[in-house]
């Protein structure tokens, strides 16, 4: 017999639920022993209200060589998940607690009904898209305190948003990979233009400079870094613009900062991705290996009426 | 039928479009290409990436990638034919039918490219 308990309520007790069809044990241990990586041995702290994660222990010994040798695991879903396929299985394990019997130990608890399963369910993924609070390097502060700045121990804050690495909504569909560039892609904004800086706020940049593209990229509404938007502008995109300088090459390339600490880029008219020209994985686009785009102009910020303006 | 230079991020691609002699001749080359080894890959990444031909004769090709020494021939039900363009021949070949249309400092960044490394007066 194996015991599940979905970690949800703050006062209330948590619905648990014991699973005796040992086939349907058996199954779920294996799914455990393949995904091994997304249990811990206890419940992280500070995960939060709403659904946390799930517990699942073997109420006897019978299940001992599967199990391993924690007493009982837990499945963290939602914002704390350690994979995508967290989800999956918690949603199999509140199906299983749906079948299974209300744990005869559990004071009152409330069973694991189809209301609840309603409640639940659109929880376990972790979200789209993470609130953050960019703030600016020690160093910074540190450079700007020699330098005597007064307000150089104050960090500076803004909250900004980071969205989920979703490369396929890019680059599946023939139209949408060849109609959209870097601009869209760090703008999150889907137009089928090719958009360009400036072109939506009617003041394109005339030349492809740091200068002239970040003046057309503040005219659409973007932000430099530090310089915060209000919450009603949500999502709040770190975005990163570099140039080409050339000779002969002249261009500018964005990158934007997504959820899983690297950062994405759609070059052009081909895949979104998150890895640089040397096929790394970018997480400083400071350092990483760009090509042509040899220059590195700065941070700003995207916000939605910006990417809704955008042409 | 047109062909994209592939070469920009933000910027749209320069484009030229092929003489219907030029477009029979590429398209009797592809025809005669073998099978590239497996793994070939055309170029990926930030700066030149090859030439997109679209708009072919053949009705069942959608578009046609040559690119670093592979081409590759998709049709317009996602199947794809992966072939080896030998010392990047049909590359070099449409850069040559490029040079009447393209910008000259586009047109020196593609020879460069083809050559290999930086280009000599």
Redesign the interface.
């Known amino acids: 017999m194996l015991r599940i308990t979905a970690d949800i309520f703050s006062g209330r007790p948590d619905p648990v639920s014991d699973i005796t069809d040992a086939n349907e044990v058996r199954a779920l241990l294996r799914e455990v022993d393949s995904n091994r990586n997304l249990f811990l041995g206890e419940a992280p702290a500070g995960s939060g209200l709403g659904v946390r994660g799930f517990w699942i222990e073997p109420l006897n010994d019978e299940f001992g060589s599967e199990f391993g040798t924690e007493p009982r695991l837990y499945l963290p879903v939602g914002a704390q998940a350690h994979g995508g396929r967290a989800a999956e299985i918690g949603e199999r394990l509140v199906t299983l607690m749906e079948r299974g019997e209300p744990a005869a130990s559990g004071e009152a608890a409330q069973p694991l009904d189809a209301s609840l399963r309603e409640f639940l369910i659109p929880q376990l993924a972790a979200p789209a898209r993470l609130t953050v609070t960019d703030r600016t390097a020690p160093a910074e502060t540190e450079a700007e305190a020699e330098r005597g700045s007064e307000e150089a121990t104050a960090a500076i804050t803004c909250t900004i948003e980071l969205g989920a690495f979703n490369p396929g909504f890019w680059n599946n569909d ?1 139209t949408v990979r060849l109609s959209n ?3 869209n892609y760090a703008s999150n904004w889907r137009t089928n233009t ?1 958009a ?2 400036g072109r939506g706020c009617g003041s394109m940049y005339k030349a ?1 400079t740091c200068a002239e ?1 970040t003046r057309a990229s503040l005219c659409d509404g973007m932000h430099h870094r530090f310089d915060c938007f209000p919450d009603a502008e949500s999502p709040r995109y770190l975005v990163a613009l570099v140039i ?1 300088p ?9 990158f934007r900062k997504q959820k899983e600490g690297f950062w994405g ?7 979104a ?1 998150n ?3 040397s096929g790394n994985v970018i997480y400083n686009p400071e350092t990483a290996n ?4 040899t220059v590195f102009c700065g941070y700003l910020y995207g916000c939605n009426s910006q990417r809704q303006r955008i042409r | 039928m047109d062909v ?1 230079i ?8 320069p484009v030229f479009s092929l003489a219907p002699e030029a477009a029979a001749e590429l398209m009797s080359r592809i025809a005669a290409l073998p099978p590239a080894p497996p793994g070939a890959a055309p170029l ?6 090859g030439l ?1 031909i679209t708009g072919g004769p053949a009705a069942d090709i ?1 578009e046609i990638v040559v690119s670093g020494g592979v081409v590759v021939a998709r049709d317009r039900n996602g199947a794809e034919r992966v072939l080896q363009d030998a010392g990047r021949s049909l590359e070099r070949r449409l850069a040559d039918l490029a040079a009447a249309s393209l910008d000259p ?2 047109m ?2 593609l020879r ?1 490219e083809l050559r290999g490394g930086p280009e000599t007066p």
């Open positions: 023939s560039n870097c601009y090719f360009q800086p492809i593209v080409a050339g000779p002969g090459f002249v261009d500018f390339h964005w880029h759609k070059p052009g008219p081909t895949d991705r890895t640089d020209n760009r090509g042509p785009y | 994209e592939d070469l920009y991020s933000g910027r749209r691609n990926q990444g930030l700066g030149y990436r997109r959608m400092a586009e020196s960044v460069q």
